[in-house]
C-alpha cells in the first residue's frame, strides 16, 4: 500500500493527522464543515485515493467517540423483559445521497434523543445504487462527523440474501465473502436471508424449511467467527420471503428447530439469532397504482404479536422484524410498537422523496435511460408512473455522480424533507428518548481496521450517467 495521496489531507483543511500508525483529529470545526470532499472522494474514485479516504473517515470518526456497533445487547435485554418494549427500532436504507440523508437521520435523531436506529443496505442494493459496503459506511460515520453525533452507529448488512437460481455451494461461499467484507467495513448488525430456498412443494414444513435453517446456521457461525473481542454481532434470519403468504406460528417452530440443531452440529453452544423476519402482508416497494399512489395493505398485526411472543419466550429473541414497511399508511406505525414489533425496514418512502425534488431535466433524463434498458419489464397494463415507479431503482448507480453533483439548494430541500419523514417515523415508532436505553445496554468500542482492507474494497468504477461529463 502506498503513502497516504498528496492532498487528502489539504481537502479537509488539515484537520486531520495520519502519523503512520493512528488518526487523529486536529480541528472538530474544520472537520466537520469540510469531511464532504472526503465522501466524495470515496464515492466517485477509485483505488488509492478512495481507500485512503474510507481509511481517515473511519478513523476519524473512531477517534471521536463514533462507533460501529452491535445492537444484540439492546435486544436481549428486551428479549428478558429488562427494558419494556416501547419502541420499534426503524432500520433506514438510504439508497440515494446517503451521506445526506444519514445527516438528516442524525439530526432527527438529536431532536428527540433517540438512539434506537440503524442504517442498513440490502445485497441488491450494492448493485443498484453503485456503492461498497465501506463506500456506504463511509457516509454514514461522516455524516455523524459532519452533524457531531457521538456513540454507537448501528450499521447493518440488510437481505444478505441468497439465490435460489445458483448452486447452492456458490451462494455459501458469496455469502460468506460478502459477510467478511461486512464486518471489516464495520456492520456488526447483519439480516441473514436464505428464505429463498424454501420449498413449498414439500408437504411437510419442517421439509419446507430444511435448506433455509441449514444455511442460515451456516452463515451465523461463519458470522460469529468474526466478531471483534467483546462484540456480540445481532444477527437476523428470514423464515419466508417477503411477498409470500403470513408467516404461521409452525413455521417459526420449523425453522427454529432445524436452525438451532444445524448451528450446534456447526459450532457447539454458539449464539444464536437476535431476530428474525416474517411475512405480515407486506411488499418490498409497496403496490403502485396506476396514478402512482400506494394499495392499501392489511397488515396481520396479529400474526407479529403472537409470533414475537413465541420468538422471545422459546428462543430468547428481541422479536420478530417487518420490512417492507416505508409506503404503509402513517397511522399503521404506531400499531407496530403496539404489537412488538421489534424492527421495521425502511426504504422505498426516501427514494420517492428524492426523485420528487429531482429536477425536470434529469427526471427526463432517468427515464429516457429507463425506457431504453427497462422496456422489457413493463406489462402491458401498466401505466408511466407504475413502471418507472418499479424500475427507477436501476438508474441509481448510472446516475450516481449526476446526483451527487446537484445544486446545493436542491440537496439542502431534500434534506429537510427527509429529516421531516425520519423524526415523525422515530417519534411514531417511539424512539424518542431510546438513547439512553442504547447507552445502557450497548457498549460500543474501537476495533482494530486496516488500510488494506479498505483498498480491497476500493476498485468499483465512480459512477456514471446521461448527465455527468
Known sequence: MSLLPL???SMVEDSLTWDGLTVQVRSEPRLRATIH???????LEKGERAAWARFLVRGASQSLGILPASIDGLYRARARGDVPATWTTPAFNLRVLPFEAARAVFR????LD???FIFEIARVELDWTG???AEYATAVLAAAIAEGYRGAVFLQGDHFQASAKRARWEEKTA???LIREAVLAGFFNLDLDASTLVDLSHDRVLDQQFDNAILTASLVAFARSFQPEGISFSLGGEIGEVGGHVTTEEELHAFMHLFQRGLHALAGDLAGLSKVSIHTGSAHGGIVLPDGSFAPVNIAFDAIQRLGEVA????????????GASTLPLEYFPAFVRYGTLEVHLATAFMNTFFEHLPEEYLKAVQAWLDARYQHERRAE???????????MHALAPFKEAFLRLPEEIRQAVMQDWETQFVDLMERLGCAGTRALVEQWVNPRPVPFYLEDYWLEASKPAGESDLSG
Do not use: K
Open 131 to 133: 456503492q461498497s459496503l
Open 312 to 323: 422471545r419466550q422459546s428462543y430468547g429473541m428481541g422479536g420478530v422484524v417487518q420490512h
Open 175 to 177: 455469502l460468506e465473502a
Open 37 to 43: 470532499r472526503l465522501v466524495e472522494v470515496s464515492s
Open 382 to 392: 401498466q401505466s408511466d408512473a407504475q413502471f418507472y415507479a418499479g424500475v427507477r
Open 7 to 9: 492532498g487528502l489531507l
Open 108 to 111: 432527527a435523531a438529536r431532536r
Open 114 to 116: 433517540a438512539g434506537a
